[in-house]
């Protein structure tokens, strides 16, 4: 795909790639690529956020070039550095005017933002912002004026200006709040937890090996587990991981036993898994659960 030319093709571009999307995430998707708007993507861990760049980097066919955040990010880091131990060995092996050719192109380390707006680029990458919400409020800022103009200045070499705007994806488990004006260049869709009927869908599509009534069991569970009282509520790569195993295990119907043996793979904290072996106990929970 090379264009996008209604809200339908949206739609049915994110099905063939293999994710199932709603209305709200396809018209803002829609609208983030006709504006040409980054697209700001909010909600709880696993529900598919970062999938969205993989999709459309896949649907246009161009490379997809993700920044992972965390906490202490420096700039540098996501943007650029300079090459120190080859600069080095030329300035040992060669003379002392050759100080201001180590400051060229050749000894540039491009980090993902500037990957992102090199100018030689001869199409639009998708530039991923993963779990902007784990970086500093300083890279915060720094990423408000890069989205504003898609230029950085580099004192060595001067302004570097993307010719093909990256399709930027950034994506947030609110574990902070994301300061309005970034926000505010941005089109945002908060994504929740899928219904039934489209986590069914889901997994009917990425397992689909796995019988229907345990593709049922299995999403009729993950669904009730999310209103427990947990750490961290199970997403639906969890819910994937465990139809999957379900799947190699050979499991033909999903029962208590079961549950128990491979709890590891749908929770991912010692507590939960705790609390939901308790609740497992409780013969009345476990048939509502199921």
Known sequence: ???????????????????????????????????????????????????????????????LIRLQCYEGLDIHHALYEWNYPRQLLRLQAGQKEDFG?????EY???????????????????????????ADEEFESFLLELLSDFQVTIPELGSIRATHRPIVILTS????????????RCIYCWIDYPSMQKELAIVSMRVPALSERVRTQVVRFVQRL???DLLKPPGIAETLDWAEALLHLGIAELDTDTIRQTLGVVLKNRD?????????????????AG
């Open 1 to 63: 795909m090379t264009s996008i030319d209604s809200l339908e093709q949206i739609a049915e571009t994110l099905e063939s790639e293999g994710y199932v999307s709603d209305p709200a995430v396809s018209m803002s998707l829609f609208l983030a690529l006709k504006m040409r708007r980054p697209l700001f993507l909010e909600g709880a861990p696993g529900v598919g956020k970062t999938e969205i760049g993989r999709v459309v980097s896949r649907a246009f066919q161009t490379e």
């Open 101 to 105: 050719s180590i400051y060229s192109a």
């Open 108 to 134: 540039l380390l491009k980090r993902p933002l500037l990957q992102a707006i090199d100018p030689q680029r001869e199409s639009s990458p998708v530039l991923l912002i993963d779990e902007v919400d784990r």
């Open 173 to 184: 488990n609110r574990t902070r709040e994301i300061h309005d004006a970034l926000k505010r």
């Open 226 to 228: 999310r209103h427990e």
């Open 272 to 288: 939960d898994i705790s609390v939901v072996s308790g609740l497992l106990d409780d013969e009345t929970w476990v048939a509502q």
